[in-house]
């Protein structure tokens, strides 16, 4: 038998070292609100349902309608696994100032009876209160933590309300006696709710990773990390359609964000420290290949870093062909000596800003003559300036902005850190702003203008090909 039990909790194994230590009591903190509740139910739910280990849930705090009701919105049928045995709830409400010994022959006996791996006792701090005499809930713990999880190898979690206000977990005790210490808070990133979950302590593993991002969408998962994932049967890009007066974005995660992009629209990228350009052209990229698959043209002037031969070896990865991708992508691109121009790329000096435009604006024209259609703009901030100045850029910029608007078409500005004047003005001169963040590894997107929730930004590769999995904060 493995000496690690399974958290039940979506990607949160990986940061414990394998799980939680088997037979060990782990305290779970936070404020009220913080998922809790959520937490121990997917913890025992998950233990019987995929792992065959019964459970029993104490609780000082709630009634079993309320428990059940809570739970069967996660689709947690908690009244099925009681029926067969496999599932108790204790429901220590009708049995305040009982005193110790029967509250502790209650949960003993249960947990004997039922031969439950699992205990939760929900909560520490309401038990507390349940006794005439402080030290009565030191006492249970300590029992249950002998006799319960030591004894008879039952993991047991131990919820801890901490007060807003306060940082101390619990009592001052439960903490020194426990064999691993989990914390979820909630607080505002930029005036969105983010979830955060902290591991202060986990017997017999490091935690190198003490901090993690997590949701409740759909019951509570944990986000250690952004990882690129490699496709295993590539296919080629489905297209999504457009809305009346809107282009898809071409993720249809997005587009149920944000509803697409409004047609003759400029779209703000505003890219944080930390993001990669990996991160934000798995966003962009969906929107280029979408406009090419409607047969529409697109044109790019890049961030410093993001190549031709990137753009165009993702694309054929995503199954356009060469003849498409030469028809349809230009990357109008400041001269360097290793540059050659070809089908895709043409180049501009960079020393006239009215001659680089006037060709930009001659290319533009070609683009849609030949496809009857408007054309997607995407320029990189970062190259514009290193051409011509912040003021330059900001002049170039403008103008793209009211080319797309008279043509229908659509204008998306990457902007990278390090220009926080131009932010504010490239917010203000935008109809949709995205921002892209990373916490705590996970990279997090969401709407600035207009506002949405925070999302986690994930790869999604079941169709042949990458695309934004968008996951909400909530």
């Known amino acids: 038998m493995s000496d690690r039990v399974a958290s039940g909790i979506d990607g949160l194994d990986e940061l414990l070292g394998g799980g939680f230590p088997r037979g060990g009591l782990i305290v779970l903190a936070g404020n009220l609100g913080t998922g809790k509740t959520i937490f121990s139910a997917q913890f025992l739910y998950r233990g019987v349902v995929d792992h065959g280990e019964k459970g029993v849930y104490v609780s000082f705090a709630e009634d079993k309608d309320q428990f059940y009701g809570n739970t069967r919105a996660l689709g947690f049928d908690f009244e099925r696994l009681e029926r067969e045995g496999h599932f108790s709830f204790l429901d220590m409400l009708t049995v305040r100032e009982a005193g110790v010994s029967p509250v502790l022959e209650l949960i003993i006996g249960k947990v004997v009876e039922l031969g439950a791996k699992r205990l939760v006792i929900d909560s520490f701090s309401a038990m507390a209160q349940a006794f005439k005499e402080p030290h009565d809930a030191r006492i249970v713990l300590h029992t249950i933590l002998s006799r319960v999880a030591r004894s008879m190898g039952c993991t047991t979690l131990l919820i ?28 505002l990133l930029e005036g969105n709710p983010l979830r955060e979950l902290e591991i202060l302590k986990i017997r017999g593993s490091p935690t190198p990773r003490a901090h993690a991002v997590f949701t409740l969408k759909g019951g509570l998962r944990v986000f ?60 962009l990229l969906p929107t280029i290949w979408n406009f090419m698959a409607h047969g529409r043209s697109v044109l790019i002037t890049p961030s410093i870093g993001v190549e031709y031969s990137l753009i165009k070896e993702r694309s054929e990865g995503s199954g356009f062909t060469s003849e498409e991708i030469d028809r349809l992508l230009r990357m109008y691109t400041r001269y360097r000596s290793d540059i050659r121009p070809g089908p895709g790329v043409v180049t501009f000096k960079g020393e006239d800003i009215f001659e680089d435009f006037e060709k930009r604006l001659k290319l533009v024209q070609e683009l849609m003559d030949r496809t ?9 901030v ?14 170039y910029l403008k103008a793209c902005i009211t080319t797309a608007r008279i043509a229908g078409g ?14 504010s003005i490239l917010a203000s001169m935008t109809d949709v702003h995205l ?40």
Do not use: W
């Not at 009857?372 to 990189?380: A, K, R």
């Not at 659509?410 to 932010?423: E, F, N």
């Not at 203008?449 to 990458?466: I, R, W």
């Open 160 to 187: 801890v309300e901490v007060p807003h206000g306060r940082s101390e977990i619990g009592l001052g005790i439960e903490e020194f006696v426990a064999d691993g210490i989990i914390v979820l808070r909630r607080r």
């Open 224 to 283: 250690s990390g952004f990882k690129a994932r490699p496709v295993e049967k590539p296919s080629r890009f489905k297209p999504t359609p457009d809305m009346k007066d809107r282009f898809s974005t071409g993720s249809p995660d997005l587009d149920e964000v944000l509803g697409g992009y409004p047609k003759g629209s400029t779209i703000l990228f505003e890219v944080g420290e930390g993001v990669l350009a990996e991160h934000y052209l798995l966003v």
């Open 372 to 380: 009857g259609q408007p054309v997607l703009d995407v320029n990189g």
């Open 382 to 395: 970062d190259a514009l300036v290193d051409a011509y100045g912040v003021s330059g850029a900001l002049s």
């Open 410 to 423: 659509l204008c998306l500005i990457v902007l990278k850190p390090g220009y926080p004047r131009l932010a």
């Open 435 to 474: 921002r892209f963040v990373r916490r705590h590894g996970a990279v997090l997107v969401y709407g600035v203008n207009p506002a949405t929730n925070l999302h986690v930004l994930e790869m999604d590769v079941s169709e042949g090909y990458p695309m934004p999995k968008l996951t909400p904060i909530i």
